[in-house]
């Protein structure tokens, strides 16, 4: 069983910046793509950011780029999100996700392809 545990979530306001990570119990970990997703009260889940195995692809939502960084340590079992320029709307529980299909797809933007999840931390962006 593949656990994953976020933490950096927190209470910042408009402007700020906060960098979330989320570390896999998993050794087959170099393999996995990764991707952050998000979810708003009364909100479906969304997708925020992925990337490859390798870390050399990434994918954004158009709502984050140029903004948030999704980036790994393939060492260190850990994915990234350096999330800047931080807005109200921004405000979530942040998911950890993986997919043993190591390579990004038009799949990757969906939260089906992803077969762990971790528990979630709270964002909270304010005006």
């Known amino acids: 069983q593949v656990q994953l545990v976020e933490s950096g979530g927190g209470l910042v306001q408009a402007g700020g910046s906060l960098r979330l990570s989320c570390v896999a119990s998993?050794?087959?970990?170099?393999?996995?793509?990764l991707a952050w997703f998000r979810q708003a009260p009364g909100k479906e889940r969304e997708f925020v950011a992925a990337?490859?195995?390798?870390?050399?692809?990434?994918y954004y939502d158009d709502s984050v780029k140029g903004r948030f960084t999704i980036s790994r340590d393939n060492g260190r079992n850990t994915v990234y999100l350096q999330m800047n320029s931080l807005k109200p709307e921004d405000t979530a529980v942040y998911y950890c996700a993986a997919d043993t299909q190591g390579h990004l797809t038009k799949a990757s933007y969906s939260a089906r392809e992803y077969e762990h999840w971790g528990q979630g931390t709270q964002v909270t962006v304010s005006s």
């Open positions: 990337i490859s195995w390798s870390g050399g692809i990434q």
């Open positions: 998993t050794l087959a970990f170099g393999s996995y793509g």
